[in-house]
């Protein structure tokens, strides 16, 4: 069972920034897609972001793409999220997710977190002023 613990999030000011990490615990993670989601208080859990197991293929929905940077450090277990330019609209919990298929062009839809095997706790991101 993979554990995922997601940090970095807090409190920032429209057009600000903040990195999001999620560490996993275990050696397999290295095989593993990984992707962002996020939930907004009444909303569904919506896709924000998702990277394969070698860091080469990244996907991003329209509402981030440019402003949001997903990454990983397979030495550390690490996936991160770069997220800049921050609106009062990307507050949410941020959930990292894990799936055991390492290629996304395995994942009939990349987009939803049925698709993903494992998640963490989630971390709080709130943009105001």
């Known amino acids: 069972q993979v554990q995922l613990v997601e940090s970095g999030g807090g409190l920032v000011q429209p057009g600000g920034s903040l990195r999001l990490s999620c560490v996993a615990s275990?050696?397999?993670?290295?095989?593993?897609?990984m992707g962002w989601f996020r939930q907004a208080p009444g909303k569904e859990r919506e896709f924000v972001a998702t990277i394969s197991w070698g860091g080469g293929v990244t996907y991003y929905s329209a509402s981030v793409k440019g402003r949001f940077t997903i990454s990983r450090d397979n030495a550390k277990n690490t996936v991160y999220l770069q997220m800049n330019s921050l609106k009062p609209e990307d507050t949410a919990v941020y959930y990292c997710y894990a799936g055991e298929r390492p290629i996304l062009y395995d994942y009939i839809d990349y987009s939803d977190p049925d698709e993903y095997d494992y998640w963490g706790q989630g971390t709080q991101v709130t943009v105001s002023s």
């Open positions: 275990e050696r397999t993670y290295s095989t593993y897609a």
